[in-house]
């Protein structure tokens, strides 16, 4: 079983930064893949990026070269640093693991967390 809480996130102007903390819990945090997802109202929760237990990463082709996933194992928190930022970038942000998946399929992942909303102004 594997806990998540995400932290970070806040209202931002166009062309601003964040950094999204997701903290697990569990000491086979290491094990697992995790992604970040987000959804805006009325829309579908998307893909954003992913990292796998060996550090590999992919990215949503909206986000890509603005967005970094990152994890320090030893905290057990995946990281997502946000530069920047637009305003389609609004959406509340959830952090997702899965022990057996790597990718871009939000219906893959076991454990979610509650979700962190970021807000970019224009």
């Known amino acids: 079983q594997v806990q998540l809480v995400e932290s970070g996130g806040g209202l931002v102007q166009a062309g601003g930064s964040l950094r999204l903390s997701c903290a697990a819990s569990?000491?086979?945090?290491?094990?697992?893949?995790v992604g970040w997802f987000r959804q805006a109202p009325g829309e579908q929760r998307d893909f954003v990026a992913a990292i796998s237990r060996n550090g590999d990463t992919i990215y949503a082709d909206s986000v890509k070269g603005r967005f970094t996933i990152s994890r320090d194992n030893a905290k057990t928190t995946v990281y997502l640093q946000m530069v920047s930022l637009k305003p389609e970038d609004t959406a509340l942000y959830y952090c997702?693991?899965?022990?057996?998946?790597?990718?871009?399929?939000?219906?893959?992942?076991?454990?979610w967390g509650q979700g962190t909303q970021v807000t970019v102004s224009s």
């Open positions: 997702a693991a899965s022990g057996y998946y790597y990718g871009r399929n939000n219906d893959a992942y076991n454990y």
């Open positions: 569990g000491p086979t945090f290491r094990n697992y893949a």
